[in-house]
Structures are given as C-alpha cells and as structure tokens.
C-alpha cells in the first residue's frame, strides 16, 4: 500500500509542468525557434554578476569544511544576520536573525508554514484567486483544506465580500502572493490595511489568531517604482515565505526564508512549530554553499530592464489587438482573459501554433490563461502575429 494523495501529486504532473513537457518534444520536432514557450517562470535574466562572483569567492577561498557541511538546523547565523540587516534597513522595522528560517526556497517555506499552522483536518487555509496553484497540494498534503475566494477579475485586488463570507472558525491563515503569479498584480497599500481590519475582527469575533502567510517570491520584481507593501507593518499576525529564486535567478539552487513576526503574540513558539514543521519535512539545513552566497549578496538587486520591455512589448501590442488583461505591476506574468472566454480552449488554440501558455483553472480563473513573459524578447516578437491570428479567429 502506498499513500494515495502522495502517488496522486507524483504521477500527475502540474498543468505548467506538462505544457513545458510538451513544449521540448516539440522542440526537438520542429525546431527551437519555432516554439514559443511562455509556460514556466524560469527567469531569463542571468542572476548579477555579484551573484556569481560571490560563489566562484567562496568555492575558491573559503574553508570547504564549513562551505560544504552542515550548518544551524535553521540557518547559518550570518546568513540570518545579513538578511536580518537588509529587511531592517527596507522596512523600518526591527528584524532579528533568530526570527528567520532558512529554507530551500519559497515551497518549503510555504509548506513549514502551513504544517506549523494545520491542527486537524478541519484546519482551513484561504487562497484569493487568482494563486499560485501549488497552494491546494501544499495545505492538502499537510492534512488540511485549501479554500478559494473568487477573483476580482477587473483588477485583481481582493474581493473582500466574498474573503469574510468564506472565513469561519476553523480558518487558519490567509495566503496571499503580491506581486502575483499570475496576474503580475501588486496589492496596494489600502488592500492590505482593509485585509489586516479584516483579519483583526474576524480574530476577535473567533477568540483566535487567523494568520497571514505572504508569499513573496516577487517582492523585488516591481516596475515603475511601486512600493510593495510590508505586510507585517500593517497586520502582527503575520508570516512572510520569501526565496531568492526570481530576484537573484537561482531558482535552481533552491535558497529562501520563513519570517515569524516578532510583534505577534507567543512568536517563539510560532517559530518553533514553522522549525518543527520543516524539521519533519526534512528540510534542515538549506544548502550551505549557497546560503554563504546569500550572506554576502542579500542587498543585491536585480536589473529589470528585459522584464520591463517585455512586459510593455506584450501588454501593449496584446491589448491593442483587443485582449483584456489588468496591467501587471509586478512578477514576470500576463494573465489575459481568452477571447472565447474559456482558458483551456484558448490554451489549446494557442498550441496548434506552437504557443504554450497556461490555462487559468489551477490558478482559480478558468476565463483566462498565463503568459510568462520571462523568456527571450525575440521571441515575443516573432509570436506576437501569432497571438493577432488567434484574436482575429475568434471573430
Ligand atoms: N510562490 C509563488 C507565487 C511562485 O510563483 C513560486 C514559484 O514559481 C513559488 C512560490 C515557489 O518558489 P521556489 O522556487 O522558491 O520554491
């Protein structure tokens, strides 16, 4: 016997995943550069040259007992510290080295959450379409439910009518994802003092803390200059699951955090069952290589310049043509409503011609699908006439 919703996960690839699949059978049939490939958020951008340098640093100089061993369960102290450092100086706020966990990237620090936060199968997490689909497996296999509000599909801020009908007593914590994978949207700083009111009543009303679990993966992936609101100035209750997969692009060499609030009541003991959680997940001791890269590179920014002409070239031409999509602040994704107002019939229309970009169900908005715009702007070019066929076939 095996554990069923285990061999579900494993033998049934994601929507993204398969499409990528596809995508390099098709590839080596008809040739690289006739497929146009928007389906994964792999950054296109190579990660700073600071990145590099530090690595190539540390493999030749430091000792290789300490880079190659283990480390702290929960993190290398000065890697802990340097991130501290950075979030402190950002913020404004005080943020001490023992308040973080070191993960391998924003999954483990997301899964450490929720199994710190599941009590018992009635535990409920909530999830604002349009999300990270990854979320139902994450709150699922840790043994509890995943519950969705419906998206608020003219701008993707929060439906906050349907978030309070869909909170109860057995709710734990609000996932949230700003900038959003998918919508590229960033909550603003209104959106995020009416959640934290919100939750404050709600918590009241249920003499119990309902949590906040924000997703950060993109913070530093804005365009034009906007603030990203810190969640944690505005709401104690609050967990931050960060990585530095997109901003540093190493999505490959798997390194984030678990950040527990210390304003919140009984923080240790919060952080202890997030420590516990990934304890039992066996994700101790983040890859000590890469956590030295991160102690000496946590103030690196990325350069954005490609992400920014992508995203104009795409939104830009694409809305010309008739498409409907809210324009994307932030992340490296366009989320447009299909023109047939069906994602997976669009999806597939899209395939025919060798565009691969996702249907919207996983993410909670069947009407529409996902361009990741993290690829090469020479390809955008060349599938833009693509995307003008499939607007004029639907007329
Ligand atoms: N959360 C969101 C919203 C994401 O888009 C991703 C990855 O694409 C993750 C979490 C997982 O990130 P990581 O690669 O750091 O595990």
Excluded at 110 to 124: R, W
Excluded at 178 to 192: A, D, K, L, R
Aim: proline share 5%; charged share 25%; hydrophobic share 40%.
């Amino acid at each position: 016997m095996i554990n069923e919703k285990a061999y579900k996960l494993g033998s049934q690839r994601s929507a993204i995943r398969e499409l990528f699949e596809y995508g390099k059978t098709r590839m080596a049939a008809v040739g690289k550069e006739n497929v146009y490939d928007f389906s994964l958020g792999n950054p296109s951008i190579p990660a700073p040259e600071a990145v590099k340098e530090a690595f190539l640093d540390i493999v030749a100089n430091d000792a290789p007992l300490a880079v190659h061993g283990y480390t702290s369960a929960q993190g290398d102290e000065a890697t802990r510290r340097a991130i501290a450092e950075n979030l402190e100086k950002r913020t404004g706020r005080k943020i001490s080295p023992q308040a973080l966990y070191i993960t391998c990237g924003a999954a483990a620090a997301l899964t450490s959450c929720i199994g710190a936060l599941t009590i018992s199968s009635d535990t409920e997490f909530i999830a604002i379409a349009p999300f990270f689909p990854e979320y139902r497996c994450f709150a699922e296999i840790g043994g509890g439910k995943l519950k969705v509000v419906p998206a608020d599909e003219e701008n993707f801020q929060i439906n906050f009518e349907a978030l309070e009908q869909s909170i109860n007593q057995n709710t734990q914590a609000i996932i949230i994802n700003s900038p959003n994978n998918p919508s590229g949207t960033v909550y603003t700083e209104e959106t995020i003092k009416k959640l934290a009111e919100l939750l404050t009543k709600k918590s009241e009303e249920y003499q119990k803390p309902i949590f906040i679990i924000s997703d950060e993966p993109y913070r530093e992936l804005v365009y034009n200059g906007q603030a990203v609101p810190f969640v944690m100035n505005y709401y104690k209750n609050t967990l931050v699951c960060y990585s530095y997969s997109k901003s540093l692009s190493m999505p490959g060499e798997r390194i984030g955090y678990v950040l527990v609030n210390e304003d919140m009541d009984d923080w240790k003991m919060v952080y202890d069952a997030v420590a516990g959680a990934a304890r039992s997940f066996g994700y101790v001791c983040a890859p000590s290589l890469v956590q030295r890269v991160i102690a000496r590179c946590a103030d690196v920014m990325p350069d954005l310049t490609t992400y920014k002409e992508n995203r104009d070239l795409l939104y830009d031409t694409l809305t010309s043509w008739g498409y409907f999509c809210a324009k994307p602040d932030g992340a490296f994704y366009l989320f447009v409503r299909a023109p047939e107002g069906d994602g997976a019939a669009f999806s597939e229309r899209a395939k025919k011609k060798d565009i691969l970009i996702v249907g919207g169900a996983g993410f909670g908005c069947p009407a529409f699908v996902r361009l990741s715009y993290c690829v090469d702007t020479d390809m955008i070019k060349r599938a833009l006439p693509l995307f003008k066929e499939l607007m004029e076939e639907t007329k």
